[in-house]
């Protein structure tokens, strides 16, 4: 079965504090997709990252890094420097390599303090 | 350059009415899907569409639901004789084929 699990349910972090959301998935697929996205009080879904199952390069954007590693199943996202803004509730996924849907974990809520 | 939008964004309707949310995507993109979130979860998925047909629909989808995209652009879901277990925040997404999807606000349904 697809799986996607989030265990850190929320997180709260002083401003300024790095912070690391963790992700761990669970796949038959050989080719498949990674996502990160970030759910603020507005509701809206706003797509962050998309790492294919091929490339195990770890990407930077700015304050956000990634780190993904098959060999643990993982794909953890790490926001440097947190900021209030960055307070939200932020979705790891996995694309269904045949079907094209997205399968969710249950999200961490990430609360940043002044 | 305008995103995927949603009508209307907040819905209140009682046990047994009948509801209908509509979705516009991304103009260029002939991919649609819907997905359910409730309090707490993560967003699930319901069904998609490319272009007017409708490739897959979730278990999650019962009889009283239906979703259309008669002309392979807006997608309408209905969800008749709502239940107060139907009330969550419907959210529509957009893509061309395997690459990414992008979301509109979603619409929140409360069942009273």
């Known amino acids: 079965a697809q799986k996607v699990t989030q265990a850190q349910t929320e997180i709260s972090v002083v401003e300024k504090e790095d912070v690391t959301l963790d992700c761990v998935y669970e796949?038959?697929?050989?080719?498949?997709?990674l996502f990160w996205y970030k759910q603020p009080p507005s509701g809206e879904l706003v797509f962050l990252i998309r790492?294919?199952?091929?490339?195990?390069q770890n990407e930077i954007s700015g304050r956000y890094s990634w780190n993904f590693q098959k060999s643990t199943s993982s794909f953890n996202f790490t926001i440097t420097a947190s900021q209030v803004v960055d307070s939200a509730v932020y979705f790891c996924?996995?694309?269904?390599?045949?079907?094209?849907?997205?399968?969710f974990g249950t999200g961490t809520r990430l609360q940043v303090f002044p | 350059d305008t995103g995927v939008s949603q009508d209307p964004r907040h819905k209140i309707t009682k046990r047994g009415q009948n509801v209908t949310f509509r979705c516009d995507p991304i103009s260029e993109h002939n991919r649609l899907y819907w997905y359910r979130q409730t309090l707490g979860q993560g967003p699930e998925f319901l069904t998609y569409?490319?272009?007017?047909?409708?490739?897959?629909k979730s278990r999650l989808l019962s009889d009283r639901f239906s979703a259309e995209r008669p002309k392979g652009s807006f997608s309408t879901l209905e969800i008749q004789r709502t239940e107060q277990g139907d009330s969550a925040m419907y959210l529509c997404?957009?893509?061309?084929?395997?690459?990414?999807?992008?979301f509109g606000p979603g619409t929140r349904l409360l069942v009273l």
């Open positions: 569409f490319q272009n007017e047909a409708q490739l897959e």
């Open positions: 790492r294919n199952s091929f490339d195990e």
């Open positions: 996924a996995l694309r269904d390599y045949n079907t094209d849907k997205l399968i």
């Open positions: 997404a957009s893509s061309t084929p395997e690459e990414t999807q992008y």
């Open positions: 796949t038959r697929d050989t080719t498949y997709y």
